[in-house]
DNA sequence: TAAATAGTGTCTCTAAGACACTATCAT
DNA sequence: ATGATAGTGTCTTAGAGACACTATTTA
Protein backbone atom coordinates (compact mmCIF):
# COMPACT_ATOMS: atom_id res chain seq x y z
CA UNK A 1 0.00 0.00 0.00
CA UNK A 2 1.39 3.47 -0.72
CA UNK A 3 0.51 6.67 0.74
CA UNK A 4 0.78 10.59 -0.63
CA UNK A 5 -0.23 13.63 0.87
CA UNK A 6 -1.09 14.97 -3.05
CA UNK A 7 -4.02 13.05 -4.91
CA UNK A 8 -3.39 10.14 -5.85
CA UNK A 9 -2.99 9.48 -10.16
CA UNK A 10 -2.63 6.40 -11.98
CA UNK A 11 -0.42 6.54 -14.91
CA UNK A 12 -0.67 4.33 -17.86
CA UNK A 13 0.41 3.77 -21.30
CA UNK A 14 -1.69 2.84 -24.24
CA UNK A 15 -0.11 2.25 -27.42
CA UNK A 16 -1.92 2.29 -31.05
CA UNK A 17 0.42 0.01 -32.58
CA UNK A 18 -0.54 0.13 -36.58
CA UNK A 19 0.52 -1.34 -39.67
CA UNK A 20 -0.66 -2.37 -42.78
CA UNK A 21 -1.58 -5.47 -43.63
CA UNK A 22 -3.95 -7.13 -46.71
CA UNK A 23 -4.29 -3.93 -48.18
CA UNK A 24 -5.91 -2.55 -44.54
CA UNK A 25 -4.59 0.04 -41.92
CA UNK A 26 -4.79 -2.39 -38.36
CA UNK A 27 -4.33 -1.52 -35.45
CA UNK A 28 -3.18 -3.93 -32.22
CA UNK A 29 -6.28 -4.29 -29.48
CA UNK A 30 -7.12 -6.80 -26.72
CA UNK A 31 -10.06 -8.59 -25.85
CA UNK A 32 -10.93 -6.95 -22.51
CA UNK A 33 -11.56 -10.33 -20.03
CA UNK A 34 -13.49 -7.80 -17.18
CA UNK A 35 -15.46 -5.21 -16.03
CA UNK A 36 -15.59 -2.29 -16.90
CA UNK A 37 -16.04 -2.68 -20.54
CA UNK A 38 -15.82 -6.43 -20.96
CA UNK A 39 -15.96 -7.96 -24.09
CA UNK A 40 -14.73 -4.78 -25.79
CA UNK A 41 -11.39 -4.16 -27.55
CA UNK A 42 -9.16 -1.76 -26.16
CA UNK A 43 -5.71 -0.65 -27.06
CA UNK A 44 -2.44 -2.22 -25.62
CA UNK A 45 -1.60 -0.57 -21.91
CA UNK A 46 -1.02 -0.91 -18.74
CA UNK A 47 0.52 0.86 -15.81
CA UNK A 48 3.89 2.68 -15.39
CA UNK A 49 6.51 1.63 -13.03
CA UNK A 50 7.55 3.85 -10.78
CA UNK A 51 10.82 4.04 -11.58
CA UNK A 52 10.03 3.48 -15.36
CA UNK A 53 10.15 6.01 -17.95
CA UNK A 54 7.07 6.83 -20.12
CA UNK A 55 8.52 5.59 -23.61
CA UNK A 56 10.00 2.68 -21.81
CA UNK A 57 6.70 1.52 -20.10
CA UNK A 58 5.05 1.79 -23.90
CA UNK A 59 7.69 -0.33 -25.45
CA UNK A 60 7.48 -2.50 -22.77
CA UNK A 61 3.64 -3.15 -23.58
CA UNK A 62 4.09 -3.67 -26.64
CA UNK A 63 6.38 -5.98 -26.76
CA UNK A 64 4.57 -7.80 -24.22
CA UNK A 65 1.65 -8.14 -26.52
CA UNK A 66 3.09 -8.53 -29.70
CA UNK A 67 7.06 -9.99 -28.91
CA UNK A 68 8.44 -7.24 -31.64
CA UNK A 69 9.72 -3.95 -31.04
CA UNK A 70 8.01 -1.01 -32.93
CA UNK A 71 10.16 0.28 -35.33
CA UNK A 72 8.92 3.60 -34.90
CA UNK A 73 7.21 5.57 -31.91
CA UNK A 74 6.30 7.96 -30.95
CA UNK A 75 4.56 10.66 -28.24
CA UNK A 76 0.96 11.36 -29.14
CA UNK A 77 -0.99 13.09 -26.50
CA UNK A 78 -2.48 12.16 -22.81
CA UNK A 79 -5.93 11.35 -21.71
CA UNK A 80 -7.12 12.20 -18.55
CA UNK A 81 -10.30 13.47 -18.52
CA UNK A 82 -12.15 12.52 -14.85
CA UNK A 83 -14.44 9.46 -15.30
CA UNK A 84 -12.39 8.01 -18.75
CA UNK A 85 -12.12 5.24 -16.37
CA UNK A 86 -14.88 4.48 -13.85
CA UNK A 87 -12.80 2.82 -11.28
CA UNK A 88 -10.39 5.67 -10.41
CA UNK A 89 -8.22 8.54 -11.59
CA UNK A 90 -6.11 7.71 -14.55
CA UNK A 91 -4.21 9.74 -16.82
CA UNK A 92 -3.05 7.98 -19.96
CA UNK A 93 -0.17 8.80 -21.82
CA UNK A 94 -1.03 6.99 -25.84
CA UNK A 95 1.99 6.83 -28.12
CA UNK A 96 1.56 5.87 -31.75
CA UNK A 97 3.60 3.35 -32.60
CA UNK A 98 4.65 1.94 -36.35
CA UNK A 99 5.64 -1.60 -37.56
CA UNK A 100 6.34 -3.45 -39.90
CA UNK A 101 3.86 -5.92 -41.83
CA UNK A 102 5.73 -9.23 -40.34
CA UNK A 103 5.29 -8.33 -36.95
CA UNK A 104 1.35 -9.45 -37.73
CA UNK A 105 2.32 -13.29 -37.61
CA UNK A 106 4.05 -12.70 -33.97
CA UNK A 107 0.92 -10.95 -32.63
CA UNK A 108 -1.24 -12.75 -30.33
CA UNK A 109 1.03 -15.78 -29.48
CA UNK A 110 1.66 -14.59 -25.48
CA UNK A 111 -1.33 -12.37 -25.04
CA UNK A 112 -4.36 -14.79 -25.13
CA UNK A 113 -6.88 -12.60 -27.16
CA UNK A 114 -4.81 -9.97 -28.91
CA UNK A 115 -5.20 -9.12 -32.36
CA UNK A 116 -4.57 -7.04 -35.02
CA UNK A 117 -8.15 -5.71 -36.33
CA UNK A 118 -9.24 -2.89 -39.22
CA UNK A 119 -9.22 0.50 -37.66
CA UNK A 120 -12.21 1.28 -39.55
CA UNK A 121 -13.87 -1.44 -38.71
CA UNK A 122 -12.53 -1.24 -34.97
CA UNK A 123 -13.88 2.43 -35.06
CA UNK A 124 -17.45 1.79 -36.60
CA UNK A 125 -17.41 -0.91 -34.16
CA UNK A 126 -16.14 1.25 -30.62
CA UNK A 127 -13.91 0.71 -28.21
CA UNK A 128 -13.45 0.48 -24.50
CA UNK A 129 -12.86 3.90 -22.42
CA UNK A 130 -11.43 6.30 -24.73
CA UNK A 131 -9.65 4.89 -26.94
CA UNK A 132 -12.24 5.60 -29.79
CA UNK A 133 -10.90 9.24 -29.59
CA UNK A 134 -6.94 8.06 -28.63
CA UNK A 135 -6.87 6.10 -31.68
CA UNK A 136 -8.69 8.51 -34.12
CA UNK A 137 -6.33 11.10 -32.88
CA UNK A 138 -3.40 8.17 -34.05
CA UNK A 139 -4.32 7.69 -37.27
CA UNK A 140 -4.78 12.17 -37.96
CA UNK A 141 -0.95 12.18 -36.58
CA UNK A 142 -0.14 9.31 -38.93
CA UNK A 143 -1.85 10.70 -41.84
CA UNK A 144 -0.60 14.41 -41.43
CA UNK A 145 3.22 12.93 -41.16
CA UNK A 146 2.87 10.59 -44.40
CA UNK A 147 3.19 13.98 -45.84
CA UNK A 148 6.71 15.47 -44.39
CA UNK A 149 8.20 12.89 -42.50
CA UNK A 150 9.18 9.25 -43.21
CA UNK A 151 7.19 7.61 -41.03
CA UNK A 152 5.64 5.98 -43.80
CA UNK A 153 9.18 3.64 -44.42
CA UNK A 154 8.43 2.16 -40.81
CA UNK A 155 5.86 -0.43 -41.80
CA UNK A 156 8.28 -1.82 -44.34
CA UNK A 157 11.05 -3.99 -44.08
CA UNK A 158 14.73 -3.27 -44.20
CA UNK A 159 14.04 -3.56 -48.16
CA UNK A 160 11.33 -2.67 -50.23
CA UNK A 161 10.43 -1.11 -53.18
CA UNK A 162 8.53 2.16 -53.93
CA UNK A 163 5.51 0.74 -54.94
CA UNK A 164 5.71 -1.08 -51.73
CA UNK A 165 5.66 2.51 -50.10
CA UNK A 166 3.33 3.38 -52.21
CA UNK A 167 0.93 1.09 -50.92
CA UNK A 168 1.49 1.97 -47.48
CA UNK A 169 0.65 5.87 -48.80
CA UNK A 170 -2.45 4.53 -50.68
CA UNK A 171 -3.70 2.67 -47.72
CA UNK A 172 -3.14 5.32 -44.84
CA UNK A 173 -4.77 7.94 -46.94
CA UNK A 174 -7.23 5.93 -48.49
CA UNK A 175 -6.95 7.09 -52.22
CA UNK A 176 -4.81 5.90 -55.20
CA UNK A 177 -1.45 7.68 -55.68
CA UNK A 178 0.12 8.54 -59.31
CA UNK A 179 3.00 5.42 -59.40
CA UNK A 180 5.29 8.06 -61.64
CA UNK A 181 4.65 11.03 -59.69
CA UNK A 182 5.19 9.30 -56.25
CA UNK A 183 8.48 8.26 -57.47
CA UNK A 184 9.96 11.48 -58.00
CA UNK A 185 8.47 12.42 -54.92
CA UNK A 186 9.90 10.16 -52.96
CA UNK A 187 13.46 10.00 -54.63
CA UNK A 188 13.10 13.98 -54.10
CA UNK A 189 13.07 13.39 -50.73
CA UNK A 190 16.02 12.20 -49.19
CA UNK A 191 14.90 9.83 -47.61
CA UNK A 192 15.81 6.90 -48.89
CA UNK A 193 18.27 5.73 -51.18
CA UNK A 194 18.65 2.38 -53.80
CA UNK A 195 20.88 -0.38 -52.45
CA UNK A 196 22.15 -1.29 -55.67
CA UNK A 197 21.19 -4.68 -55.15
CA UNK A 198 19.70 -6.57 -58.30
CA UNK A 199 15.79 -7.22 -57.10
CA UNK A 200 13.88 -10.41 -57.21
CA UNK A 201 11.97 -11.51 -59.55
CA UNK A 202 8.38 -10.14 -58.17
CA UNK A 203 5.79 -10.88 -60.52
CA UNK A 204 5.07 -9.81 -63.90
CA UNK A 205 6.42 -6.32 -65.33
CA UNK A 206 9.63 -4.60 -65.04
CA UNK A 207 11.32 -5.43 -61.60
CA UNK A 208 11.51 -2.68 -59.33
CA UNK A 209 14.54 -0.91 -57.89
CA UNK A 210 15.19 -1.92 -54.01
CA UNK A 211 15.66 1.07 -51.28
CA UNK A 212 16.54 1.39 -47.86
CA UNK A 213 16.04 3.58 -45.72
CA UNK A 214 18.53 6.49 -45.72
CA UNK A 215 20.14 7.34 -42.49
CA UNK A 216 21.70 10.57 -41.42
CA UNK B 1 -3.50 11.60 3.53
CA UNK B 2 -4.14 9.54 0.30
CA UNK B 3 -3.68 5.29 -0.16
CA UNK B 4 -3.47 3.47 -3.14
CA UNK B 5 -2.14 0.23 -4.10
CA UNK B 6 -0.61 1.17 -7.20
CA UNK B 7 2.55 3.13 -7.28
CA UNK B 8 1.80 6.78 -6.88
CA UNK B 9 2.67 9.44 -9.37
CA UNK B 10 1.56 13.19 -8.82
CA UNK B 11 0.10 14.62 -11.77
CA UNK B 12 1.14 18.53 -12.91
CA UNK B 13 0.69 20.82 -15.70
CA UNK B 14 3.24 22.94 -17.00
CA UNK B 15 2.27 25.83 -18.83
CA UNK B 16 4.24 27.63 -21.76
CA UNK B 17 2.35 31.14 -21.64
CA UNK B 18 4.15 33.01 -25.02
CA UNK B 19 3.43 36.75 -26.12
CA UNK B 20 5.52 38.94 -28.42
CA UNK B 21 5.81 42.42 -26.48
CA UNK B 22 8.37 44.39 -27.51
CA UNK B 23 9.37 42.91 -30.38
CA UNK B 24 10.55 40.18 -28.83
CA UNK B 25 8.85 36.33 -27.75
CA UNK B 26 8.46 36.65 -24.14
CA UNK B 27 7.63 33.50 -21.71
CA UNK B 28 5.51 33.89 -18.09
CA UNK B 29 8.10 32.28 -15.46
CA UNK B 30 8.12 32.43 -12.11
CA UNK B 31 10.96 32.32 -9.81
CA UNK B 32 11.17 29.64 -7.24
CA UNK B 33 10.99 30.15 -3.87
CA UNK B 34 12.69 26.80 -2.42
CA UNK B 35 14.47 23.85 -3.19
CA UNK B 36 14.81 22.40 -5.32
CA UNK B 37 15.93 25.02 -7.56
CA UNK B 38 15.01 27.48 -5.15
CA UNK B 39 16.12 31.37 -7.34
CA UNK B 40 15.54 29.89 -10.29
CA UNK B 41 12.91 30.27 -13.07
CA UNK B 42 10.67 28.19 -13.64
CA UNK B 43 7.05 27.88 -15.92
CA UNK B 44 3.95 28.02 -13.80
CA UNK B 45 2.41 25.08 -13.01
CA UNK B 46 0.76 22.93 -10.75
CA UNK B 47 -0.81 19.54 -8.85
CA UNK B 48 -3.94 19.11 -11.09
CA UNK B 49 -6.96 18.25 -8.47
CA UNK B 50 -8.24 14.78 -8.35
CA UNK B 51 -11.99 16.04 -10.12
CA UNK B 52 -10.36 18.02 -12.64
CA UNK B 53 -9.64 17.81 -16.34
CA UNK B 54 -6.13 18.54 -17.18
CA UNK B 55 -7.16 21.75 -19.76
CA UNK B 56 -9.11 22.64 -16.78
CA UNK B 57 -6.45 22.61 -14.77
CA UNK B 58 -3.44 24.57 -17.36
CA UNK B 59 -6.01 27.04 -17.71
CA UNK B 60 -6.32 27.58 -13.79
CA UNK B 61 -2.89 28.35 -13.49
CA UNK B 62 -2.26 30.62 -15.90
CA UNK B 63 -5.35 32.68 -14.57
CA UNK B 64 -3.81 32.29 -11.05
CA UNK B 65 -0.79 33.92 -12.45
CA UNK B 66 -1.75 36.52 -15.20
CA UNK B 67 -5.31 36.65 -14.17
CA UNK B 68 -5.93 36.75 -18.18
CA UNK B 69 -7.36 33.48 -20.22
CA UNK B 70 -5.20 32.28 -23.15
CA UNK B 71 -6.98 32.99 -26.18
CA UNK B 72 -5.24 29.64 -28.02
CA UNK B 73 -4.40 26.42 -25.64
CA UNK B 74 -3.46 23.32 -27.13
CA UNK B 75 -1.29 20.08 -25.04
CA UNK B 76 2.14 19.99 -25.42
CA UNK B 77 3.63 16.75 -24.76
CA UNK B 78 3.71 14.91 -21.34
CA UNK B 79 7.53 14.60 -19.28
CA UNK B 80 7.98 12.09 -17.05
CA UNK B 81 11.24 10.48 -16.93
CA UNK B 82 12.08 9.60 -13.37
CA UNK B 83 13.82 11.68 -11.32
CA UNK B 84 12.91 14.67 -13.48
CA UNK B 85 11.56 16.10 -9.88
CA UNK B 86 14.00 15.18 -7.27
CA UNK B 87 11.42 15.11 -4.77
CA UNK B 88 8.86 12.28 -5.59
CA UNK B 89 7.54 11.08 -9.35
CA UNK B 90 6.42 13.69 -11.61
CA UNK B 91 4.75 13.15 -14.50
CA UNK B 92 3.68 16.46 -16.31
CA UNK B 93 1.57 17.43 -18.74
CA UNK B 94 2.72 20.60 -20.72
CA UNK B 95 0.47 23.28 -22.64
CA UNK B 96 1.51 25.95 -25.09
CA UNK B 97 -0.62 29.25 -24.07
CA UNK B 98 -0.76 32.15 -26.61
CA UNK B 99 -1.87 35.31 -25.17
CA UNK B 100 -2.59 38.50 -26.43
CA UNK B 101 0.24 41.23 -25.66
CA UNK B 102 -2.42 42.96 -23.24
CA UNK B 103 -1.76 40.08 -20.99
CA UNK B 104 1.67 41.36 -19.93
CA UNK B 105 0.20 44.57 -18.04
CA UNK B 106 -1.41 42.21 -15.65
CA UNK B 107 0.91 39.39 -14.65
CA UNK B 108 3.04 39.46 -12.14
CA UNK B 109 0.14 41.22 -9.57
CA UNK B 110 -1.63 38.35 -8.11
CA UNK B 111 2.00 35.87 -7.99
CA UNK B 112 4.78 37.49 -6.15
CA UNK B 113 7.54 36.78 -8.24
CA UNK B 114 6.22 35.90 -12.31
CA UNK B 115 7.35 37.87 -14.80
CA UNK B 116 7.58 37.56 -18.68
CA UNK B 117 11.16 36.80 -19.60
CA UNK B 118 12.69 36.72 -23.05
CA UNK B 119 12.35 33.08 -24.60
CA UNK B 120 16.00 33.47 -25.55
CA UNK B 121 17.58 35.00 -22.53
CA UNK B 122 15.70 32.13 -20.20
CA UNK B 123 17.09 29.36 -22.48
CA UNK B 124 20.66 30.94 -22.14
CA UNK B 125 20.30 31.30 -18.52
CA UNK B 126 18.52 27.64 -18.04
CA UNK B 127 14.94 27.04 -16.46
CA UNK B 128 14.41 24.45 -13.14
CA UNK B 129 13.36 20.99 -13.84
CA UNK B 130 13.19 19.96 -17.47
CA UNK B 131 11.83 23.24 -18.23
CA UNK B 132 14.38 24.15 -20.77
CA UNK B 133 13.00 20.90 -22.69
CA UNK B 134 9.35 21.97 -22.33
CA UNK B 135 9.74 25.66 -23.45
CA UNK B 136 12.32 24.31 -26.51
CA UNK B 137 9.49 22.05 -27.47
CA UNK B 138 6.77 24.72 -27.39
CA UNK B 139 8.53 27.20 -29.21
CA UNK B 140 9.69 24.72 -31.93
CA UNK B 141 5.65 24.29 -31.90
CA UNK B 142 4.86 27.50 -32.43
CA UNK B 143 7.18 27.88 -35.14
CA UNK B 144 5.70 25.24 -37.04
CA UNK B 145 1.96 25.76 -36.34
CA UNK B 146 2.66 29.29 -37.91
CA UNK B 147 2.85 27.91 -41.18
CA UNK B 148 -0.35 25.92 -41.88
CA UNK B 149 -2.65 27.37 -38.81
CA UNK B 150 -3.99 30.59 -37.20
CA UNK B 151 -2.15 30.44 -34.25
CA UNK B 152 -0.41 33.49 -34.28
CA UNK B 153 -3.54 35.42 -34.89
CA UNK B 154 -3.82 34.31 -30.59
CA UNK B 155 -1.18 36.81 -30.10
CA UNK B 156 -3.12 40.04 -31.24
CA UNK B 157 -6.50 41.18 -30.00
CA UNK B 158 -9.77 41.31 -31.72
CA UNK B 159 -8.57 43.59 -34.24
CA UNK B 160 -5.32 43.96 -35.59
CA UNK B 161 -3.68 44.81 -38.46
CA UNK B 162 -1.74 42.70 -41.02
CA UNK B 163 1.55 44.67 -40.10
CA UNK B 164 1.02 43.80 -36.39
CA UNK B 165 0.05 40.14 -37.68
CA UNK B 166 3.40 40.02 -40.13
CA UNK B 167 5.49 41.33 -36.70
CA UNK B 168 4.57 38.27 -34.78
CA UNK B 169 5.33 36.39 -37.58
CA UNK B 170 8.35 37.70 -38.13
CA UNK B 171 9.23 37.79 -33.90
CA UNK B 172 8.79 33.82 -34.11
CA UNK B 173 10.53 33.14 -36.74
CA UNK B 174 13.26 35.56 -36.13
CA UNK B 175 13.49 36.45 -39.65
CA UNK B 176 12.10 39.62 -41.99
CA UNK B 177 9.20 38.94 -43.94
CA UNK B 178 8.20 40.81 -47.02
CA UNK B 179 5.40 43.01 -46.31
CA UNK B 180 3.55 42.75 -50.06
CA UNK B 181 4.08 39.08 -49.93
CA UNK B 182 3.12 38.25 -46.34
CA UNK B 183 0.06 40.61 -47.34
CA UNK B 184 -1.08 37.93 -50.37
CA UNK B 185 -0.29 35.09 -48.46
CA UNK B 186 -2.44 36.02 -45.38
CA UNK B 187 -5.13 36.97 -47.32
CA UNK B 188 -4.80 34.16 -49.60
CA UNK B 189 -5.41 31.96 -46.49
CA UNK B 190 -9.38 32.02 -45.52
CA UNK B 191 -8.33 32.74 -42.01
CA UNK B 192 -8.85 36.48 -41.44
CA UNK B 193 -11.41 39.37 -42.85
CA UNK B 194 -11.51 42.82 -43.10
CA UNK B 195 -13.57 44.75 -40.56
CA UNK B 196 -14.32 47.46 -43.34
CA UNK B 197 -14.48 49.85 -40.43
CA UNK B 198 -12.24 52.94 -40.92
CA UNK B 199 -9.08 52.36 -39.27
CA UNK B 200 -7.58 54.86 -36.71
CA UNK B 201 -4.67 56.79 -37.63
CA UNK B 202 -1.67 55.22 -36.72
CA UNK B 203 1.09 57.04 -37.22
CA UNK B 204 2.83 58.20 -40.47
CA UNK B 205 2.56 56.53 -44.18
CA UNK B 206 -0.24 54.85 -45.23
CA UNK B 207 -3.69 53.58 -42.75
CA UNK B 208 -3.90 49.77 -42.52
CA UNK B 209 -6.92 47.97 -43.21
CA UNK B 210 -8.17 46.26 -40.03
CA UNK B 211 -8.82 42.49 -39.84
CA UNK B 212 -10.02 40.12 -37.81
CA UNK B 213 -9.82 36.21 -37.41
CA UNK B 214 -12.15 34.97 -39.27
CA UNK B 215 -14.60 31.89 -37.54
CA UNK B 216 -16.12 29.32 -39.37
C1' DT C 1 3.19 -10.98 -79.40
C1' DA C 2 0.20 -8.79 -75.28
C1' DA C 3 -0.28 -7.49 -70.59
C1' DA C 4 1.71 -5.73 -66.57
C1' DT C 5 4.59 -3.08 -63.80
C1' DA C 6 8.74 0.36 -63.28
C1' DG C 7 10.30 4.52 -64.22
C1' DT C 8 10.94 9.12 -67.21
C1' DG C 9 9.37 13.32 -69.87
C1' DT C 10 6.53 16.97 -70.28
C1' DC C 11 2.90 20.07 -69.56
C1' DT C 12 0.08 22.78 -66.47
C1' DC C 13 -1.14 24.90 -62.32
C1' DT C 14 -0.35 26.84 -57.94
C1' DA C 15 2.16 29.05 -54.33
C1' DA C 16 6.03 31.53 -52.64
C1' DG C 17 9.70 34.90 -53.01
C1' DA C 18 12.10 39.03 -55.24
C1' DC C 19 11.20 43.34 -56.33
C1' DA C 20 9.12 47.26 -58.83
C1' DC C 21 5.26 49.92 -58.59
C1' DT C 22 1.03 52.55 -56.98
C1' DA C 23 -1.86 54.49 -52.97
C1' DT C 24 -2.42 57.31 -49.03
C1' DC C 25 -1.12 59.19 -45.07
C1' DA C 26 2.06 62.85 -41.76
C1' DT C 27 5.28 66.44 -41.81
C1' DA D 1 7.49 67.83 -51.92
C1' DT D 2 9.49 64.00 -49.06
C1' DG D 3 9.44 60.09 -46.40
C1' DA D 4 6.97 56.35 -44.53
C1' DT D 5 3.86 52.68 -44.60
C1' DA D 6 -0.06 49.91 -47.11
C1' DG D 7 -1.13 47.30 -50.67
C1' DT D 8 -0.86 45.53 -55.91
C1' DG D 9 1.48 43.77 -60.24
C1' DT D 10 4.62 41.00 -62.31
C1' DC D 11 8.30 37.91 -63.02
C1' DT D 12 10.70 33.75 -61.73
C1' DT D 13 11.16 29.45 -59.61
C1' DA D 14 9.94 25.09 -57.28
C1' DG D 15 6.85 21.47 -56.46
C1' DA D 16 2.74 18.66 -57.30
C1' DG D 17 -0.55 16.44 -60.29
C1' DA D 18 -2.25 14.77 -65.00
C1' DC D 19 -0.93 12.00 -68.34
C1' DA D 20 1.79 10.28 -72.31
C1' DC D 21 5.65 7.74 -73.07
C1' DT D 22 9.68 4.40 -72.67
C1' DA D 23 11.81 0.19 -70.29
C1' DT D 24 11.77 -4.48 -68.86
C1' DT D 25 9.77 -8.30 -67.31
C1' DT D 26 6.15 -12.78 -67.56
C1' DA D 27 2.96 -15.51 -70.02
New binding site residues.
Given amino acids: MYTSKYPIFSVTVDVAALVVDEGVLKVLVVERGQEPYAGRWALPGGFVGIDEDLADAAARELVEETGVEAVRMEQLKTYGAPGRDPRSRVVSVAWLAVLPEPAVATAGTDAAKAAWRSVDELLALGLAFDHDTILRDAVERLRGKL?YTDLGIAFLGEEF????L?HVYEVVWDRE?????????I???ELVE?TGVT?A???????????RAKRD
Fill in positions: ETLAQRLDPGNFQRRRGQPPRTGRGRPPELF
